[in-house]
């Protein structure tokens, strides 16, 4: 919850000089936007991560060092100290899908409500029970917006650590040498003509594109600072590059235009390496769109509408800052066959996911990610699984797991994982498995080392073992109960028994025996 150093570095400095905030820790560091990609360089920096180190922040910012300044500065965002602090009384974040849930509820609550006022308008009696049940369905509307609220809470502190930083910024700027102001106007000046001519390039090539109706279009590496509207009138435009640019919507500004909607034949779009914050919802009316790819950004979120893009077969949301994915993406993208979301603080994937038929590879890698949904189970296509690196936060994996008959890849390493589930020896297919970095102890490391044919027979046997234990133990219990039942029915007998012996001896010493009255 401390802002992070890599996005708020001088709020981060500042905050760590208030007596009453800790300096970030390695823990609380986040890998964000890494300047390689490569799994060797991902683990050689992760292995080397230290506290960030602001002495190269005072030596790019010398004048942080006066106290005045800094004195001025913590009285600027005294407000994110507070809100900080409240946030960690109330708790974490709730996810996404529990949000949309809450939501769908209070709905239903005051329809319910409404109906239950009706009711009791056209009644002239109180029911006792009514009053009851109406306050319990209006205490569990409270906890839902409760819930709503501490979400709320939590994005606008994000949005006011934003502001904070801009703040102190300002403040430093004020205080800076008058040569240093100079310096900035003179690359102002420079980049102001940079732009001119990034504009006239672009202008061109819309305009050629628009008079020969085309089908591909590549704006990749050109600086550009925004798309312009008039790209959607190119509604015969099947693939269009706009990565490795400087297009960066920051709360609530659009770079790429809602007329983005008009481009009713688009099949691909690579909006990667931008600084991209959003995505505007008119995306979800690209219907015919099949490959989308906006890694490499600073995504917190993708658009709910996203969902109705259900031609894609690809989605790479990669190296952003997502830490959800939309609660119904799974209804929707049903023909989806690769779903990318590494370096990214996604917490859970919605229950929905498990609709996605099609897919083939999920890579979660290096997430915060709490567990899985039982319904990834149903992911009967699915081959290739990477949940690497959620460290501490992943320690458990459903027995759904088993259910993944196309699983071939599954790469489960540097987690808290101390047990595979029993269901793990069904992976028939599965050929390449990594669980390195676990402390784990089902199967024993042994086991483990001697391949994943000995760890597939070692978990088949285990769950043979089990299956036969708990036939077993219903065997013995049906006996007990049969017995019980034979015991039941024999004591039933018996009592009837006697009832019918002692009737039968009653009756008889009332009659005149003529053998017992004659005379000896």
Known sequence: MDPNPKNFPILSYVMARIPSMKRPTMSDFDIEQPQT????AIRRTCSSLKPEPYFELTERMPHLTDPHLL?????????VSQTRSLLKTLGDRPDHEAVDIAKSRIK???????MQLDEIALSDKIDPDVEKRKKAIEHEKKMHKALISLDQMHESYDKLLYDAEKRLEKIYESVKIVGARRLDSGVGDQGGTVTEEVKEEVVAILTDAMSIGAKSIDLSERRLPFLPEAFGKIRTLIYLNISNNQLEGMHGEQVIPDSIAGLENLEELNASSN????????????????????????????????????????????????????????YELIYLKRLSIPLNKVRNFPTSIGDMKSLQLLD?????????????GKLSNLEILNLGSNFSDLTELPDTLGD??????????????????????????LTKLNIDQNPLVIPPKKVVEQGIGSVKVFMAQRWFDMLVEEEERTRREQEMLAQASWLSRSTSWLAGAVVGAAGTLFVGGERDDPYLDEER
């Open 37 to 40: 990609t490569t799994p060797r």
């Open 275 to 330: 600084v991209l914050e959003s995505l505007p919802d008119s995306i979800g009316c690209l219907h015919k769109l099949k490959i989308l790819d906006v890694s490499s950004n600073k995504l917190c979120s993708l658009p709910d509408s996203i969902a109705k893009c259900r031609s894609l077969i690809e989605l790479d949301a990669g190296f952003n800052r997502l830490t959800y994915l939309p609660t119904k993406i799974g």
């Open 108 to 114: 239903e609550i005051d329809t319910l409500l409404s």
């Open 404 to 429: 993944l008959i196309s699983l071939r890849e599954l790469d489960v390493s540097n987690n808290q994982i101390q047990a595979l589930p029993l269901t793990f020896g069904r992976l028939d297919k």
């Open 71 to 79: 004195a001025s500065m913590r009285s600027a965002v005294a407000d």
């Open 364 to 376: 979660a890698h290096f997430n915060e990610l709490r567990g899985l949904p039982k319904s990834i």
